[in-house]
């Protein structure tokens, strides 16, 4: 019997409308959300998909903008964006779009940032507070991997969870989540030994290590649940292709997100939730 599909396109429609509401209730008192966002100019990837968020965020009623960073753009430039932007009653959320041009300390970038505006929840300032338990903005995408097995009813109290991936942006955050709520957690990479044997012990499996379809069905242990959070492009194939080789791993897992339309989409609308309750904060 084939996997349930965590749909998370379809989660993300719930989320975004009740956002919506949300926003209007805001607006009633004279606050319009607003999430600007730094992005590399000549990298068509990250344009293509600031444009998607700023679409969502339209037609939930937010607003922002958008400011290019390129190979012109210094690091004293980029800083005292940030610094501006910071400053700005009237910017709720600040997002930092991956990757800027190579020339620019990002590190530095993310620390000038902090944490109160940070929605995707990625400077080092918000994973420290996520480490310590203490409330923050969480990371994007792994929220929204939280999200689905929320809605989805998904036990996660006992269960072994098994990330693949180690990024400060992804890996480490999901690992922190889960054991939030009670998993017990194992962080694995590319280079851990019998990475295979590992993820077959998984009940709770989160790929996210980048490399195209890497895991593979007969690593899955039977009924488990199984979170794709990889998005590759592959020399002649159409889209986007997963970490987890879909068509071998749905015949095994109870549960599996697809690619496209799973953990994507919740990415987008966490970071725009976040966004919204920083909007609704700014009244506290």
């Not at 444009?51 to 939930?60: D, E, L």
């Amino acid at each position: 019997m084939s996997a349930q599909i965590l749909d998370g396109l379809g989660l993300s429609r719930v989320v975004r409308a009740a956002l919506k509401e949300r926003v209007d209730a805001l607006r009633e008192r004279g606050v319009i959300p607003r999430l600007d966002v730094l992005v590399a100019a000549h990298d068509p990837a990250s344009l293509s998909y600031v444009k998607m968020k700023h679409t969502w965020a339209a037609k939930a009623g937010m607003v922002g903008e958008s400011f290019p960073v390129d190979e012109s753009t210094t690091q004293a430039e980029l800083i005292d964006k940030i610094a501006e932007l910071n400053a700005n009653p009237l910017v709720h959320g600040i997002l930092l779009q991956h990757p800027l041009p190579k020339h620019l300390d990002e590190d530095e970038a993310l620390l000038a940032l902090g944490s109160e505006k940070d929605v995707d929840g990625i400077s080092p300032l918000s994973l420290g507070l996520l480490v310590a338990d203490l409330p923050g903005f969480r990371c994007a995408t792994p929220l929204g991997i939280m999200t689905l097995l929320d809605h989805y009813q998904i036990p996660v109290k006992g269960k072994r969870a098994v990330v693949v991936g180690r990024s400060v942006i992804l890996g480490k955050p999901a690992a922190l989540m889960l054991l939030q709520k009670h998993a017990t957690v194992t962080i694995a990479h590319s280079r851990t030994e019998d990475l295979e044997g590992l993820c077959r012990e998984a009940d709770i499996l989160v790929a996210a290590v980048g490399k195209p379809e890497m895991i593979k069905g007969s690593w899955i242990k039977p009924g488990a649940v199984v979170i794709d959070a990889g998005y590759n492009r592959v020399e002649g194939r159409q889209g986007d292709v997963g970490d987890v080789e879909f068509e071998s791993a749905k015949e095994v897992a109870g549960w599996i997100t697809p690619v496209p339309g799973g953990v994507g989409p919740m990415t987008v609308a966490s970071l725009l939730s976040n966004a919204v309750l920083s909007a609704e904060k700014s009244l506290a």
